[in-house]
């Protein structure tokens, strides 16, 4: 059975850093990525990361300040998020395994997690 789990959310500073990891299992994905959903706002794309071929790919807003990253010996991923913002408050939501190109639709992916609370204080 494949199940992603998220942890590492919480609550934060303002300025603060904070890293989610998305444990994989039941089998292993080339692309995994990020999104998250705020309270009354619809679901956002943040990241996704391919390992044939390489590559990572994150949404303008978030550039320079998440890193997405992987360790595939693992089946984890992870979201290292610096310098986060109020705005940055939402549930992040691990995904797997695209059905088609639009990597940074929601509705893309076959697998998703339940989700993991970050909270930022300012």
């Known amino acids: 059975q494949v199940q992603l789990v998220e942890s590492g959310g919480g609550l934060v500073q303002a300025g603060g850093s904070l890293r989610l990891s998305c444990a994989a299992s039941?089998?292993?994905?080339?692309?995994m990525g990020w999104f998250r959903q705020a309270p009354g706002k619809e679901r956002e794309f943040v990241a996704y990361?391919?390992?044939?071929?390489?590559?990572?790919y994150y949404a303008d807003s978030l550039k320079g300040r998440f890193t997405i990253s992987r360790d595939n010996a693992r089946n984890t991923m992870y979201l290292q998020m610096n310098s986060v913002k109020p705005e940055d408050t939402a549930v992040y939501y691990c995904?797997?395994?695209?059905?088609?190109?639009?990597?940074?639709?929601?509705?893309?992916?076959?697998?998703w997690g339940q989700g993991t609370q970050v909270t930022v204080s300012s």
């Open positions: 990361i391919s390992w044939i071929g390489g590559g990572t």
């Open positions: 995904v797997a395994a695209p059905r088609n190109s639009e990597r940074t639709r929601f509705e893309t992916y076959t697998y």
């Open positions: 039941g089998r292993t994905f080339n692309t």
